[in-house]
């Protein structure tokens, strides 16, 4: 065997390897050589998606809080077939998946399609065992990461009502790069606390987005285009959305410009939805758009935005699917920001309690790249 042919089957022995482990515990590994399934793998135009599906669970030993806890496997089998028709339809070519239990449920709704890869990190939120995941047509360029840090809440610049400390991490969210066309787009996917008007939910989802805004920054600073999605669990202040609910919490205002310069870096896909339509989660008559897509202006533009009403039923999600059609630009253009407003907001306090934390992340994601 000459040494070119052994050096191959040593690497696809490797890759075998890495992939049994995977599909057994673990899905949060990129490959050796990632590849792009897409129709046309050279396009700078990606499709992306975020859906909660609801308790996406096998129904196997589930904790207490989930529907299948008294080991009703069959529902739970029945819904991940529900969920898997949903993500068939939409068809994104990547897509993230909120509520899902593990790389084994994850696999179900990839299913969907053979173009699809996984990826999940195991998060840390005990009470309920949910996690965030990632279906993807391009494979992942990094391992999938997340961090342990953590921000204090600032009443000083809060409107949320609470009146005690609040410290706290993000328990389910993940980091992640893939290429396009060339392009390096980081995605981080994360499921804050839930209860939009809550006071105690509220200063928790400010501190948890001390968190976020950290990873985004760090990102963006590196060069990547960037693209945060997930159910963050609150209300836009830029794009009311069909209940007319209106945010007790600073969160989106936060997200939108992680650089405290009065210019938003990055852009809700929903304020391309007309208002009448812009709502990821219903009960009843009750309707509230919690689930967001957020691009970097300078890097990404976005084509069109929809939100799929006419794919889930009540009894397979309370939450519908928000789909973005996005051209990946070659290079950043930070004109399209614009200059930087009169009314910039700084906070001092946060941006302290988090600049080790952007740090840190920085430096460790150098060994994932």
Same mark, same amino acid.
Request: proline share 2%; hydrophobic share 40%; net charge neutral.
């Given at each position: 065997?000459?040494?070119?042919?052994?050096?191959?089957?040593?690497?696809?022995?490797?890759?075998?390897?890495?992939? !049994?482990?995977?599909?057994?515990? $673990?899905?949060?590994? /990129?490959?050796?050589? =990632? +590849?792009?399934?897409?129709?046309?793998? *050279?396009?700078?135009?990606?499709?992306?998606?975020?859906?909660?599906?609801?308790?996406?669970?096998?129904?196997?030993?589930?904790?207490?809080?989930?529907?299948?806890?008294?080991?009703?496997?069959?529902?739970?089998?029945?819904?991940?077939?529900?969920?898997?028709?949903?993500?068939?339809?939409?068809?994104?070519?990547?897509?993230?998946?909120?509520?899902?239990?593990?790389?084994?449920?994850?696999?179900?709704?990839?299913?969907?399609?053979?173009?699809?890869?996984?990826?999940?990190?195991?998060?840390?939120?005990?009470?309920?065992?949910?996690?965030?995941?990632?279906?993807?047509k391009i494979?992942? !360029?990094?391992?999938?990461?997340? $961090?342990?840090?953590? /921000?204090?809440?600032? =009443? +000083?610049?809060?409107?949320?009502?609470? *009146?005690?400390?609040?410290?706290?991490?993000?328990?389910?969210?993940?980091?992640?790069?893939?290429?396009?066309?060339?392009?390096?787009?980081?995605?981080?996917?994360?499921?804050?606390?839930?209860?939009?008007?809550?006071?105690?939910?509220?200063?928790?989802?400010?501190?948890?987005?001390?968190?976020?805004?950290?990873?985004?920054?760090?990102?963006?600073?590196?060069?990547?285009?960037?693209?945060?999605?997930?159910?963050?669990?609150?209300?836009s202040d830029?794009?009311?959305?069909?209940?007319?609910?209106?945010?007790?919490?600073?969160?989106?205002?936060?997200?939108?410009?992680?650089?405290?310069?009065?210019?938003?870096?990055?852009?809700?896909?929903?304020?391309?939805?007309?208002?009448? +339509?812009?709502?990821?989660?219903?009960?009843?008559?009750?309707?509230?758009?919690?689930?967001?897509?957020?691009?970097?202006?300078?890097?990404?533009?976005?084509?069109?935005?929809?939100?799929?009403?006419?794919?889930?039923?009540?009894?397979?999600?309370?939450?519908?699917?928000?789909?973005?059609?996005?051209?990946?630009?070659?290079?950043?253009?930070?004109?399209?920001?614009?200059?930087?407003?009169?009314?910039?907001?700084?906070?001092?306090?946060?941006?302290?309690?988090?600049?080790?934390?952007?740090?840190?992340?920085?430096?460790?994601?150098i060994f994932?790249?």
């Amino acid at each position: 065997m000459s040494r070119r042919a052994a050096r191959g089957a040593l690497v696809a022995l490797v890759a075998l390897v890495q992939t !049994s482990f995977a599909s057994a515990t $673990t899905c949060h590994a /990129a490959p050796i050589v =990632a +590849s792009d399934r897409r129709a046309s793998p *050279s396009a700078t135009s990606l499709t992306f998606a975020t859906w909660n599906a609801k308790w996406l669970f096998d129904g196997v030993n589930d904790v207490a809080a989930s529907p299948y806890a008294n080991g009703d496997a069959a529902a739970a089998s029945a819904h991940a077939d529900a969920v898997r028709a949903v993500v068939q339809a939409v068809d994104a070519d990547c897509v993230v998946i909120v509520e899902n239990e593990t790389c084994e449920t994850l696999a179900r709704a990839a299913n969907a399609s053979p173009a699809y890869a996984r990826g999940m990190v195991d998060g840390t939120d005990s009470a309920t065992q949910q996690e965030v995941g990632m279906l993807t047509k391009i494979d992942f !360029s990094s391992n999938l990461v997340r $961090t342990e840090n953590r /921000a204090t809440w600032d =009443a +000083s610049q809060s409107s949320c009502a609470y *009146s005690g400390s609040k410290e706290s991490g993000v328990s389910k969210h993940f980091w992640t790069r893939i290429s396009v066309s060339g392009r390096y787009v980081s995605v981080i996917g994360a499921h804050l606390k839930a209860n939009p008007t809550q006071p105690s939910s509220c200063a928790q989802r400010e501190a948890q987005v001390e968190v976020l805004r950290a990873i985004a920054k760090a990102r963006y600073d590196a060069g990547d285009a960037v693209i945060v999605a997930g159910d963050l669990n609150d209300y836009s202040d830029r794009h009311v959305d069909a209940g007319n609910n209106s945010p007790t919490s600073k969160v989106l205002k936060r997200l939108r410009d992680f650089n405290d310069d009065g210019v938003d870096e990055l852009e809700e896909v929903g304020g391309r939805i007309a208002q009448v +339509s812009r709502y990821t989660w219903q009960s009843g008559s009750s309707k509230a758009k919690l689930d967001y897509i957020l691009t970097s202006r300078a890097d990404i533009e976005v084509v069109s935005a929809a939100i799929r009403h006419d794919l889930v039923t009540s009894s397979v999600s309370d939450h519908f699917p928000l789909v973005a059609t996005l051209d990946i630009k070659q290079s950043r253009n930070t004109s399209l920001l614009g200059t930087v407003g009169a009314n910039s907001v700084t906070n001092a306090t946060m941006a302290t309690s988090v600049a080790v934390g952007i740090a840190v992340f920085a430096m460790t994601t150098i060994f994932f790249r």
